[in-house]
C-alpha cells in the first residue's frame, strides 16, 4: 500500500519506518500497521544520529533553567545559527491535538559536537526547549 499512487502511506528504506503522510506534508512514523495491527518493525532512525554527550547536556540544561523567553535564552547562550518566524497551526492541529502556534524559533548548531538546540516560544509564553542528536559523520 505503500507503492500505490496517491497514498497517504509510506516507507523510509533508510530508517526502516512506515509513516502517515499529513496534508502539510509532515510525516508521522507509525509503530503499527493500520491495516491489521501488528507491530512494525523498530526504526533504524537512531543508528544515523549520535548520541548527546551528558555533560554537555546538563551544562546547556543549567544555563537555561531560568529562561522564561526568547530574548532570556539569547541572553543565556548568544545569538542563533538559525532565527525563524511563525508557524500557523490549523483548528484540527490546536483542538484535536494540542498544538500551538509557533511564534519564533531559535537553532543552535555549534553548541555542542553532539547535539543541535532548537528553541520555540510558543503561544501563551511557552517556551519548549528542544535536543537534537547531529547526524552522525560516515
Known amino acids: ?3 500505490l499512487s496517491g497514498s497517504c502511506l509510506g516507507y523510509n528504506s533508510q530508517y526502516d519506518e512506515y509513516y502517515l503522510l499529513t496534508t502539510d506534508g509532515s510525516r ?3 509503530h503499527f500497521c493500520p491495516l491489521c495491527g501488528g507491530r512494525l518493525p523498530d526504526s533504524k532512525r537512531g543508528n544515523f ?3 548527546p554527550n551528558e555533560s554537555e547536556l546538563r551544562n546547556v540544561k543549567q544555563i537555561l533553567k531560568s529562561v522564561d523567553c526568547i530574548d532570556d535564552v ?7 545559527d ?17 498544538q500551538k502556534d509557533i511564534l519564533e524559533t ?3 548548531t555549534r553548541l555542542s559536537d553532539t547535539f543541535d538546540l532548537v ?4 503561544e501563551g509564553n511557552d517556551l519548549l526547549i528542544l535536543f537534537f542528536g ?3 559523520k560516515a
Open 1 to 3: 500500500w505503500t507503492a
Open 28 to 30: 508521522i512514523i507509525l
Open 49 to 51: 544520529f549520535s548520541t
Open 74 to 80: 539569547i541572553k543565556a547562550v548568544g545569538l542563533p
Open 82 to 98: 538559525q532565527r525563524s518566524g511563525k508557524v500557523h497551526r490549523n483548528d484540527t492541529e490546536k483542538n484535536i491535538y494540542g
Open 106 to 108: 531559535l537553532r543552535y
Open 119 to 122: 528553541v520555540q516560544q510558543r
Open 134 to 136: 547531529k547526524p552522525k
